[in-house]
């Protein structure tokens, strides 16, 4: 299923997609979309999402609100024709939850 997910989720396809969105969908999928790449998300007690780089030692890029976050994720696997199935959306939305640890 990723691989699938891999192609219908392309930063490629996606022309006016920020470079962090590229960077999120990235770490999601376990595919490098840019240099540098996100290795770990993390969420605050008062609900910030912050990203560990590839070559860091800590958390140190602000993502922004998990509801933010969670808001653009979803709104991007629910593009009309992107052609997700039910379970690729539902895998999409675990991985939003298991991808983006408590801290």
Known sequence: MIEQL????????FPNMSGKMKA???????E????????????????FVFARIDGDCGYN???G??????????DLIS??????TLDEVAYCKQLL???VRRA
Not at 33 to 44: A, G, L, R, W
């Open 97 to 99: 939850k298991t991808k």
């Open 32 to 47: 490098q979309y840019t240099e540098p790449e996100i290795v770990e998300m993390c969420v605050t007690s008062d609900n």
């Open 65 to 74: 609100s998990y509801s933010d976050l969670e808001r653009n994720w979803i």
């Open 6 to 13: 891999r192609e219908k989720l392309n930063p490629e396809k």
């Open 61 to 63: 890029e602000f993502i």
């Open 24 to 30: 999120i969908v990235g770490y999601f999928l376990d």
């Open 79 to 84: 593009i009309e024709g992107l052609g997700l």
